[in-house]
């Protein structure tokens, strides 16, 4: 405390200021002078607050940059531990999916809604990673680039077809199952002139009917076309060669779009997935492509075509006897 006339009580740097109470720093600018105020106690106490939760976390805790890693902690917690951890749980939840996607075959899958509807939520995610870039992000591809979404497959739409194109992919060097199949050049090697090649674009519009009949067009398309895209223009998934009769083009449907497509075909590429994708994500590809809109139920042709070939057998045996 200071004296009544200001004079220093202690020694001669203490001075105080009245009003306040303050001792004086004994700094002067034109006649302002700086007081020693004391921190507010609550600040003090944070400060020693923090440094002793630092001096906690540094010792539980991940803290000090080291050379090759850093210092670890008591309590072994680490970012990445704990995302694998996180990791684990979500891959436990999954693993009777999973198992159960793993063993059903792939046509049986629709019996039970729970495992298709697993199926197609874990699809439409792998989707987004993997077939985006050339689908599109709603599956509606663009020129070259097939829409997922219609019911015009050139492959086939059940989900072992679809299945199969995944796992093998479409002209595919690295599969020796891929989907296979290549236009002729009809124009480019010579096989057909400018003039028929004219014709028979206007054939091809008119199975759509979108142009006119022509007698040449036609002529040239049953000699040329019909072993492929069928005598009606309704394609063949074997042949993979699409539907020219609907009004769906993966080329586009103008007439210089289908003359360019005569004379030099385009061929769409798609890889396989086999080596990049687990059997599990294809599986739930296929089913998230077969819920688009355009899925058709699995029909089993060998089983249909071995029935058959028993129902024809006592009608060739019968006339096998006749002739006997
Ligand atoms: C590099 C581009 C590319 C990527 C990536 C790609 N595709 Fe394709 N896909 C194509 C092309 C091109 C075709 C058409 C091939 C043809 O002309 O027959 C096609 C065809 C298909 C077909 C056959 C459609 C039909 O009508 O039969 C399916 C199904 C398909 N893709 C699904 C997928 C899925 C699922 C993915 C992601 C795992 C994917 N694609 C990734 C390019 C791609
Ligand atoms: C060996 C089988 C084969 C023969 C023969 C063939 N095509 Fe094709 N055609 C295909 C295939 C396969 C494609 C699909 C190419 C692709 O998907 O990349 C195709 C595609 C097309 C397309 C494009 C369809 C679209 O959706 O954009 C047109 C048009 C077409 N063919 C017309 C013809 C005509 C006309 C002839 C006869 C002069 C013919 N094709 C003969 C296999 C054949």
């Known amino acids: 405390m200071a004296n009544k006339d200001g004079s220093p009580k202690g020694g001669a740097s203490k001075r105080i200021d009245e009003p306040t109470g303050t001792e004086f720093v ?26 002793v939760w630092a001096i906690g976390y540094v010792i539980l805790y991940p803290a000090w940059p080291l050379l ?41 899958l629709p019996e039970n ?24 992000a709603g599956a509606a591809g663009s020129k070259g680039y097939p829409n997922l979404n ?7 739409g059940d989900l072992k ?27 480019r090697d010579g096989m057909l002139t400018q003039a028929q090649i004219s014709d028979v ?22 000699a040329q076309c019909a072993s492929c895209h069928g005598p009606s223009g309704t394609g063949d998934r074997k042949l993979g060669a699409p539907n020219l009769a609907d009004a769906i083009w ?31 994500t294809i599986t739930m590809l296929a089913a998230y492509i077969h819920s688009r809109g355009g899925g058709e139920d699995f029909v089993d042709r060998t089983a249909k075509e071995g029935a058959a070939a028993i129902e024809a057998r006592p009608e060739t045996g019968a006339i096998s006897d006749e002739q006997r």
């Open 26 to 51: 004994g700094h002067e600018w034109d006649g302002i002078e700086e007081l020693d105020t004391p921190m507010p106690r609550w600040w003090v106490w944070s400060y020693y607050a923090c440094i």
């Open 68 to 108: 090759e890693k850093g210092t670890e902690g008591v309590l072994g917690w680490t970012s990445r531990g704990q995302f694998a951890a996180e990791m684990q749980t979500e891959a436990d939840r999954r693993a009777p999916i999973v198992a159960a996607l793993a063993s059903i075959p792939i046509e049986k």
């Open 113 to 136: 809604a729970a495992n298709m509807r697993e199926a197609i939520s874990g699809g439409a995610a792998a989707f987004k990673v993997n077939c985006v870039q050339c689908h599109g």
């Open 150 to 156: 219609d019911d015009d497959w050139i492959w086939g």
């Open 161 to 187: 077809a679809i299945e199969t194109t995944l796992v093998h992919g479409i002209r595919w060097g690295g599969s020796r199952e891929t989907r296979l199949s290549y236009m002729p050049a009809f124009g």
């Open 201 to 222: 674009t206007k054939h091809v519009m008119s199975l759509g009917e979108n142009g006119a009949a022509n007698q040449k067009g036609a002529e040239i398309y049953a």
């Open 250 to 280: 993966l080329y586009g449907g103008s007439r210089a779009e289908i003359e360019q497509q005569i004379y030099a075909p385009a061929h769409g590429v798609m890889p396989g997935w086999k080596d990049r994708l687990d059997p599990v």
